[in-house]
């Protein structure tokens, strides 16, 4: 398997053709995924944040290697000339103004807010940041997207969206962060309700036997979150997909409601998420898995952009909330490897 991983890669590569790579949560493999253009029964999908963007890639010849081989992965990657870091300052502005709002009159009651740092890195050895993310967070699912014209994203998600095997669906309620030797506080707990309220109300629609296990504390490397584990029964198997659209964006990274949320990111966050807390995933037969796109991050040939946010509530202070950011930044941040 090996030659045919390695050798499928380097024709991708050679031909300039979009490709991903994954690696399912506590699997040890990795599966390396093109577009035939052609209707296959498995299938990859990448949707960006505000659902302008499908990507798919139809693949009935998937390949897969131990990540311990992943062999070196190295592409052309795009130059980055505009800075779409958001200055401390003018974070706290915006997270005034979200507070604001969620104190008006208006009915939200959450919205998620983020921005990009950058960082001056280049000459990111792509394999050797690959393994590094695979061995620091065996639960989540890292993957790596190249792509000619948008170049190359990687990320590590802790937040699964959907998965269904035999029409049981499963997903999780992930929101609110800590320090490890913080205490949780009520405002956590409440963002974290808000997620598991909208998610089972959602489901209702199409499942039965709803359940909700939590909420957990549980490790997400440098800081800690709050976890609920969602399973329901679906309906119609056929309705997966309006499942999906149903629930994102969830109020984990979007808001809530869900369309004033979205708008009011739309409008005032300043930088397009483009597929930052978009999601991504694969079926096959048997089975799909979705996964929402969070730490994660674009590396260009001379620098990385990192995508970090957190939810707003109306008892949000400013101040903690770039500090989460910052945070949720060492996720991808502390983990690149340059290339020796
Ligand atoms: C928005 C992000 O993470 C989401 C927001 C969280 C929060 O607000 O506490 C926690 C987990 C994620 O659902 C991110 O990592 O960028």
């Not at 499963?170 to 963002?191: F, M, P």
């Not at 202070?317 to 910052?326: F, S």
Request: with cysteine.
């Amino acid at each position: 398997m090996f030659r045919q991983f390695q050798d499928k890669l380097e024709r991708l590569i050679q031909q300039k053709k979009p490709f991903v790579l994954f690696r399912k949560p506590n699997e040890t493999k990795v599966e390396l995924w093109e577009n035939q253009e052609k209707k296959t029964a498995r299938k990859f999908s990448c949707n960006s944040f505000d659902n302008s963007t499908l990507i798919e890639f139809n693949d009935d010849e998937v390949v897969e290697i131990l990540i311990d081989d992943l062999p070196k992965i190295e592409l052309l990657l795009p130059i980055s000339t505009q800075n779409e870091a958001i200055s401390y300052n003018d974070y706290i502005n915006l997270i005034e103004k979200t507070v604001e709002e969620l104190k008006s009159d208006s009915d939200t009651q959450k919205i998620v807010i983020s921005r990009i740092k950058e960082l001056d890195k280049h000459d990111i050895d792509l394999s050797e940041t690959f393994k590094n993310l695979h061995q620091h967070y065996p639960n989540a699912y890292v993957y790596l997207r190249y792509d000619v014209e948008e170049g190359c994203w990687i990320g590590a998600s802790p937040e699964l969206l959907l998965k269904e095997e035999n029409q049981l669906i499963q997903t999780v309620s992930l929101a609110g962060t800590k320090a490890k030797e913080d205490d949780w506080t009520d405002k956590e707990y409440h963002e974290q309700q808000v997620v598991t309220d909208y998610i089972t109300a959602t489901l209702s629609g199409f499942t039965n036997y709803i359940d909700v296990d939590g909420p957990f504390s549980v490790n997400a490397g440098f800081f800690e979150h709050l976890k609920s584990f969602i399973s329901a029964q679906l309906i119609d198997k056929d309705k997966l997909y309006d499942v999906l659209k149903a629930l994102h964006p969830t109020p984990a990274v979007g808001g809530m409601p869900k369309d004033l949320a979205k708008d009011f990111i739309i409008k005032n966050e300043g930088y397009n998420r483009t597929f930052y807390a978009g999601f991504m995933g694969y079926e096959t037969e048997t089975e799909a898995e979705f996964f929402v796109n969070l730490r994660c991050a674009k590396i260009y040939q001379n620098k990385v952009k990192l995508y970090v946010g957190g939810g707003i509530m109306p008892d949000s202070i400013p101040e903690n909330e770039w500090n989460e950011t910052e945070l949720k930044s060492k996720t991808i941040g502390e983990l690149l490897i340059e290339l020796k």
